[in-house]
Structures are given as structure tokens and as C-alpha cells.
């Protein structure tokens, strides 16, 4: 099973408004990451954020981490059509080597 | 400096066959990891090789095996294929060998898998 939930699972927006997605776990984690993927290729790297951190910006990303309330969300700040992607969360637990992804949230950016 | 390199990139089977997929890290990286990520899902892990051993395996049965070779590029072999083997399988590789944690992983671009 997938560590990971994303939400929504599907998010429309026009260029230029912001995006947001949210991602909860279940268990106590090292770091979360977040990926994004183009239509049927591989995964890019995004951002990663620590257990002890809450913040981390990133250009036009922003991701906070919330390890009481086991959730994480990633803000997309004036969106343009390139970001129409589908977007992943990973959680890596202590001592865990594999990253466990979330079902992902798939955005439309709207020209 | 070339990234994580895959090949086959499209291949079709027949249920029953056998199938090898092939992976080669990013430059420096020691470790490899396998994925296979359905239609509309998210990957899902198979294993991780470092220093040519399994280092960790997930849910997936003993059809599914694996090999990393000195130059630390790594096959996933998978055997008697079931239609629900179709699927998109993605390697991803990591320096942090040596380290419990997980950092950031390079994905490769997939091999996608069609079983008729």
C-alpha cells in the first residue's frame, strides 16, 4: 500500500494563480520529498524537507511540513503551462531505505 | 555528465516469458533502486541494490528479481509474466549508499512493459 495520500487528486487552474496540494502520512518519517512527472516519463526531484524542518522554499515552490498533524503540502506560486505535471509526495521513514509514494496529484495549468 | 540511463525504453511480451530491464546509475551514484508505477498510480518499490546485495525488498513476489554489477548498473528481471505485470518500471539512483537515510533520487525516463 502507498504510504503517501495526496489531495486533491486532480487539480485544474488557470496561468498565473497559485496551486496547492496536500499530502498526509501515516508513521513517523526522516524526510518527505516532493516529485514531479511529465506524462509517462520519469520522476524529477523537487524538494526535500527534514523531519525537523517546516519550511523550505525552492524558486516558485513552497513546501511546509506539519510532522504533528503527519501531513505536508506543496504550493505552486504563478503557475505556468509548464508546470502541467502530475506531482508526487515520497515519505522516507527512519532507517528505511525506499522512498514510498503517494498516488499523486495530477494539475492542469490552463493558457 | 549523463544521467540515469534505461533500456529497454518500449518492449511487448507474451504471459509466460521472461523479461530483463536494464539500469545505469547516475555518474558517482553507488545505489539502485527499482520501481514499477501502474496507469495512474504512484511507483511502487520492488528493491534497492547496494554494494551488489538486496538491500531492502518491498511487496512484490519472488518472480521479481534483481542483480547490480560491479559498475554498480543494476538489471530487474522478472519471470512467468501476468498480464498485470504491464506497467511502466522505473530505476532511480542515490550516493547515500553507505547511509540509513534516504536522499534525493535520479530517476531514469522507464521502461515501459506491455504483457498480451
Known amino acids: 500500500s502507498q504510504q503517501g495520500e495526496e489531495d486533491p487528486q486532480a487539480l485544474s487552474i488557470q496561468e498565473g494563480e497559485n496551486a496547492t496540494m496536500n499530502c498526509s502520512y501515516k508513521t513517523s518519517i526522516n524526510n518527505l520529498q516532493w516529485y514531479r512527472q511529465n506524462s509517462g516519463r520519469g520522476l524529477v526531484h523537487l524538494i526535500l524537507i527534514r523531519s525537523n524542518e517546516r519550511e523550505k522554499h525552492s524558486g516558485r515552490l513552497r513546501v511546509t511540513l506539519d510532522t504533528s498533524k503527519k501531513s505536508s503540502s506543496l504550493l505552486i506560486t504563478a503557475s505556468r503551462a509548464a508546470d502541467t505535471a502530475s506531482y508526487f509526495c515520497a515519505t522516507v521513514y527512519s532507517n528505511d531505505y525506499k522512498l514510498s509514494f503517494g498516488a499523486g496529484t495530477t494539475v492542469t495549468v490552463r493558457a | 555528465d549523463a544521467g540515469v540511463t534505461q533500456s529497454p525504453t518500449h518492449l511487448i511480451k507474451t504471459r509466460g516469458q521472461q523479461v530483463t530491464l536494464r539500469c545505469s546509475p547516475k555518474s558517482g551514484h553507488d545505489t539502485v533502486s527499482w520501481y514499477q508505477q501502474a496507469l495512474g498510480q504512484g511507483p511502487q518499490f520492488i528493491f534497492q541494490?547496494?554494494?551488489?546485495?538486496?538491500?531492502q525488498r518491498g511487496n512484490f513476489p519472488d518472480r521479481f528479481s534483481g542483480h547490480q554489477f560491479p559498475n554498480y548498473s543494476s538489471e530487474l528481471n522478472v519471470n512467468a509474466l501476468l498480464l498485470g505485470d504491464s506497467a511502466l518500471y522505473l530505476c532511480?539512483?542515490?550516493?547515500?549508499?553507505?547511509?540509513?537515510?534516504?536522499?534525493?533520487?535520479?530517476f531514469g525516463e522507464g521502461s515501459r512493459l506491455t504483457v498480451l
Open positions: 532511480a539512483s542515490s550516493g547515500t549508499g553507505g547511509e540509513v537515510r534516504t536522499g534525493e533520487l535520479f
Open positions: 541494490y547496494y554494494e551488489e546485495e538486496e538491500r
